[in-house]
């Protein structure tokens, strides 16, 4: 079958610059790949990706003005919402212009399309018709609808624009707009078939062959040229184009509309509405394919790409995997002299008709891979921040470019690292005729996307075969050209206005789901991104035997420069046979997957907001706000002193006769009960609502406590002693000595530290100190699991160690410069003290009373 032609077709200068924009910075990358695609792949006869990523603003571009799709100017950046809102407004015109003068070729490029339709109608039921009225139908499949929703919100726009005031309102047209997106949903799912049935009347018809190779565009009122010739393919593809560029005027909408203009509230809902839009549709379709054709002459289409962690002989290697129609191909990519093309080199490949995936049982026992110890990531991500810091000190100083790119450098040197030592989830892929391979990712995400990407190619009927060494180079030489993927994913290769993502706290109510087609057992986990990969964050409770679980559950997730949430939802196994052999957890089916971008104009507001992810047809719905971390950061004492939370210590363990608070000793008893084997207990994060309920009921000292902590799951009774420490009025280990222990961690001479650390143990008053070491013991006990709940003293530590330590006011929050030095410099620094106790022999407070070996300091 002969590629699809694509003479006189018109450029797509939005589309263009989108993707020909990206500046790919990596050492190992440039950016020869990046060919700039004119409509859809040539020979592609799949569904292209359709962007919809906001971020690529496209730029103004003069080589657009002269004919084709006019460009919609970008505005500078730095014009936030209601800042500058003469200057703001003003280029709302600009994009509104811009995109009606784009609206009105696009509605001519749909007429041009109709205008066959008739008369191929009318010949379908004479007795020499050019087409069937089904072949018809086929072809220009919901063209008539879109035609009529886009006209009606042209006339509608037009007016507006002509007639311009500064308060004027279109919000509700962008809105509609987006409200009928769903007849895109029927002409992409309906695309690769029309472009099917177009190639086969055209080649089987020579007066459809005619008709289809040059239907006239009528040019923009105000141009020279009254027509264009172009092909019935390439307007077939300008609805899916059109569907991206939609979202993306919106977002330069957005940007340049004060927060207080009416429009404000209802272009957001737009965009929103437009992003989940786009969000499901890819979920649906193949991505952006691009032929290749093997020496047989066979089409082969680039399906997926991505950088994935290999183990190979027993140690970590960055792979750049690309996934082909028939094949799955492993490469790295070549080292080579300056000026030189860059080029893959084919690590090995197996067949899809070859490939199978070894069920948990099956799977033998992974390579001795040695796992980075936590410290070590932690120490790393502590190095990028502080360096992320360094970087924005010297362009804050306009210092120089040398020593910006050398920092830089140093930066991308330990996020490489961190990329390639952090995944832990083991994604194995065999080839029946023998070998099997063994990835590590960050995410269950990412593993079912490729397992997903690789079933659904496998029910086609493919073909066990043998590549010869010249094909072989050949596919691997085409990887270069093709992949869509340029860049390692690492923050360093970030432009520098890029949003640097958020800190702080991200409340989350996980309300419920639909859509599921019989009962099962249904749970949630949500997943965020810190220093460029996710994590997961948080679990719901298992809803049984339910198509509509309701969990209703609030969660509490810490944000580390994340720009994304996920959320994940499965089907919970009982059967213990499934084990999986490489992690020793038994594996439950995902049932649907979806993520969205946490953008701060969206999620920094006071009130929650409620939003939905579509996943293979399922439906989820949730609510969430954000608190920025100084607003987190706050200890606020109790006003009422009846009760434990937000209450001194001294005054509870008085109250209570206890050396121990109450709420301390009956939390560590339920954890050493029930969830020290538990798979994150303290790092998942509790229901909030069940730690509220918790919390009164500690806070009353009501009767029914035990009973209700026996039947309360063990991460909310886990996230109930983390808040019992967060909201003490001042830390457990003091205001007055949190400088000394600053001080003393930082001390380099294992004497002089040891010496210090417990001098100022000894200091603490006796309340503090006691339950200090009492919860020091246990976190002992919950580490000696590690195995099996996943948790090392140093992931302790990093959840406890704030919490224990973070003063009442942040004191040195005056010479911040971002909120990654929060991170970088206190936080890191309190998890290391924390980190010290825990790793340092048992510590009695009898001895410590006692022992007078330790000379006393000023503190």
Known sequence: MEPLSHRGLPRLSW???LYSNFSYGADDYDGEGNEEQKGPPEGSETMPYIDESP???????????????????????????????????????????????????????????LLPMKPLKATATTSQPVLTIQQIETIFYKIQDIYEIHKEFYDNLCPKVQQWDSQVTMGHLFQKLASQLGVYKAFVDNYKVALETAEKCSQSNNQFQKISEELKVKGPKDSKDSHTSVTMEALLYKPIDRVTRSTLVLHDLLKHTPVDHPDYPLLQDALRISQNFLSSINEDIDPRRTAVTTPKGETRQLVKDGFLVEVSESSRKLRHVFLFTD???????????????????????????????????????????????????????????????????????????????????????????????????????????????????????????????????????????V?????????????FKLRTVHNIPVTSNKDDDESPGLYGFLHVIVHSAKGFKQ????????????????????????????????????????????????????????????VNKDNNEIVDKIMGKGQIQLDPQTVETKNWHTDVIEMNGIKVEFSMKFTSRDMSL???????????????????????????????????????????????????????????????????????????????????????????????????????LYPAFMEGIALSDPAAKENCMMHLLRTLPDPNLITFLFLL??????????PVNKMSLHNLATVFGPTLLRPSEVESKAHLT??????????????????????????????????????????
């Open 327 to 465: 094949v799955l191909l492993c490469a790295k990519l070549k080292k080579t002299s300056a000026g030189k093309h860059q080029q893959y080199d084919c690590k090995w490949y197996i067949p899809l008709a070859d490939l199978v995936f070894p069920s948990p049982e099956e799977s033998e026992a992974s390579p001795q891979v040695h796992p980075f110890p936590d410290h070590e990531l932690e120490d790393m991500k502590m190095k990028i921040s502080a360096l992320k810091s360094e970087i924005q000190k010297e362009k804050a100083n306009k210092g120089q470019s040398r020593a910006i790119e050398r920092l830089k450098k140093k930066m991308f040197e330990n996020e490489f690292l961190l990329l390639l030592n952090s995944p832990t989830i083991p994604f194995r892929i065999h080839n029946r005729n023998g070998k099997s391979y063994l990835f590590l990712l960050s995410s269950d995400y990412e593993r079912s996307e490729w397992r997903e990407a690789i079933q659904k190619l496998q029910k086609k009927d493919l073909q066990a075969f």
């Open 634 to 736: 706050k200890r606020t004492p109790s006003k009422k002193q009846t009760g434990v939370f937000g209450v001194k210590i001294s005054v509870v363990t008085k109250r209570e006769r206890s050396k121990v608070p109450y709420i301390v000793r009956q939390c560590v008893e339920e954890v050493e009960k029930r969830g020290i084997e538990e798979v994150g207990i303290y790092r998942i994060s509790g229901v909030a609502t069940d730690i509220q309920a918790l919390k009164a009921v500690f806070d009353a000292n009501n009767k029914d406590i035990l009973l209700m902590l026996s039947d309360m799951d063990i991460n909310a009774i886990a996230g109930t002693l983390k808040l019992y420490f967060r909201e003490l009025p001042e830390p457990l280990l003091t205001d007055r």
């Open 15 to 17: 589309i263009d610059t």
């Open 519 to 578: 009962s099962a057992n249904l749970y949630c986990t949500l997943e965020v991104d810190s220093f460029g990969y996710f994590v997961s964050k948080a679990k719901t409770r298992v809803f049984r035997d339910t198509t509509e679980p309701k969990w209703d559950e609030e969660f509490e997730i810490e944000l580390e420069g994340s720009q994304s949430l996920r959320i994940l939802c499965y089907e919970k196994c009982y059967d213990k046979t499934k």
């Open 467 to 479: 590549l010869s060494s010249v094909e072989l180079q050949v596919l691997t030489g085409s990887c």
């Open 55 to 113: 971020t690529m603003s496209p730029q103004l571009s003069a080589r657009g003005q002269g004919g084709g799709d006019s460009t919609s100017p970008t505005p500078p950046e730095g014009l936030a919402p209601g800042v500058e809102a003469g200057k703001g407004l003003e280029m709302r015109k600009l994009v509104l212009s811009g995109f009606l003068a784009s609206e009105e070729i696009y509605i001519n490029q749909l007429e041009a399309l």
């Open 777 to 786: 013991e246990h976190l002992k006990r919950v580490a000696e699991k590690e």
């Open 818 to 859: 971002s909120a990654a030095d929060i991170w970088s410099h206190d936080v890191m620094a309190q998890v290391q003290v924390l980190l010290y106790y825990l790793q340092h022999p048992p510590i009695s407070f009898a001895e410590l009373k006692r022992n007078t070996l330790y000379f006393s300091t000023d503190v």
